[in-house]
């Protein structure tokens, strides 16, 4: 199994970006995917879910009305689209599995002026 994502990267309060998570190694398209933030200092906190077909999601109370999380089975990919980001949000960003111990290695999003 393997998780590898991008997109982050500094950006300015307000701003945008959209991580991808790219799956391999296992039937992306049958498992339910997870994104998680880990602050400085702090634990992996959980930001959002989708279910194994895109059909259901579910937010951080925090990411709601900002955050879209989507996947393209097609292309073993899952995205999360960030949008008036806060400097809150600034973290390291992992994909996971759901229901297992499979993590990415995470990518950096800082959001600062």
């Known amino acids: 199994v393997q998780l590898v994502e991008s997109g982050g990267g500094l950006v300015q309060p307000g701003g945008s970006l959209r991580l991808s998570c790219a799956a391999s190694?296992?039937?992306?398209?049958?498992?339910?995917m997870n994104w998680y933030h880990q602050a400085p200092g702090n634990g992996r906190v959980l930001v959002a879910s989708?279910?194994?077909?895109?059909?259901?999601?579910n937010y951080a109370d925090s990411v709601k009305g900002r955050f879209t999380i989507s996947r393209d089975n097609a292309k073993n990919t899952m995205y999360l689209q960030m949008n008036n980001l806060k400097p809150e949000d600034t973290a390291v960003y992992s994909c996971?599995?759901?229901?297992?111990?499979?993590w990415g290695q995470g990518t950096q999003v800082i959001v600062s002026s």
């Open positions: 996971k599995v759901r229901g297992s111990n499979y």
């Open positions: 190694g296992f039937t992306f398209s049958r498992y339910d």
């Open positions: 989708i279910r194994s077909d895109g059909g259901s999601t």
